[in-house]
């Protein structure tokens, strides 16, 4: 049902490396939102977008950035990635009333 | 401070059987509450959405409910299925900001036996 794809599925890199990690949508949604979790614990919202050239912080303070030239791709940005960006990043996106989220199958990074 | 409980953390079921999963939330305003399945190491998909009017609502095996008054809802699954081992997820929308925000519980970790 979801069209929204994360790539990659899992990253290690080491400590200093900059990336990107990529989500595109094909549901034409306007809205879209990068959620940080950690196991066993709740999803944390660190960006959101409410369309082209929209983007807001979180309620989780993060150090990455994002960035929405184009409805369907929103891609999340570490410029310097450290131990503590250790989780799983997962990207969602909703239509309009934002009443239901779709979500990717999430990246997997390991930052060593 | 708002926020939403789930319990039990985790469970384990044998294949068959029915369970409920709980939720507890204390979001106010309130817009809608809605469950997730999570298998590990994918994201969530949407099993049910309901709003402050509706109190029972239905996708296949599972059956949420709601008492808005109570504050709590629940999730039952029937006849369970190897393939429902997963996180589920309670989430809570207020209706206080633009954003409508999202409060997630940790979720319980189901875990179904042959």
């Known amino acids: 049902e979801a069209d929204i794809y994360q790539t990659p599925r899992y990253l290690v890199i080491g400590t200093g490396k900059k990336i990107t990690l990529e989500c595109s949508q094909t549901?034409?949604?306007?809205?879209m939102y990068w959620y940080q979790q950690d196991p066993g614990m709740e999803l944390h919202l660190i960006h959101y977008s409410y369309g082209v050239n929209s983007t807001e912080k979180g309620d989780l303070s993060s150090e990455s950035t994002v960035s929405r030239i184009r409805t369907e791709h929103f891609p999340l940005t570490l410029e310097s990635a450290r131990p503590s960006h250790t989780s799983q990043y997962l990207c969602?996106?909703?239509?309009?009333?934002?009443?239901?989220?779709?979500f990717g199958s999430g990246t997997q990074l390991s930052v060593l | 401070k708002n926020q939403v409980e789930q319990s039990p953390q985790s469970l384990i079921i044998l294949e068959g059987k029915n369970c409920t999963l709980q939720?507890?939330?204390?979001?106010?305003?309130?817009?809608?509450l809605r469950w997730y399945k999570q298998d590990t190491g994918r994201g969530p998909v949407s099993l049910t959405i309901m709003t402050f009017s509706e109190n029972t609502k239905s996708n296949g095996r599972y059956t949420a409910t709601l008492d808005a008054d109570t504050k709590q809802s629940s999730l039952h699954i029937t006849a369970s299925q190897l393939s429902d081992s997963a996180s589920y997820i309670c989430?809570?929308?207020?209706?206080?900001?633009?954003?409508?925000?999202?409060?997630f519980g940790r979720g319980t970790q189901l875990t179904v036996w042959p």
């Open positions: 939720c507890n939330y204390t979001v106010s305003p309130f817009s809608n």
């Open positions: 549901m034409g949604h306007d809205k």
């Open positions: 989430v809570v929308s207020d209706r206080g900001s633009t954003l409508g925000r999202l409060y």
């Open positions: 969602a996106s909703s239509g309009i009333g934002g009443e239901k989220l779709f």
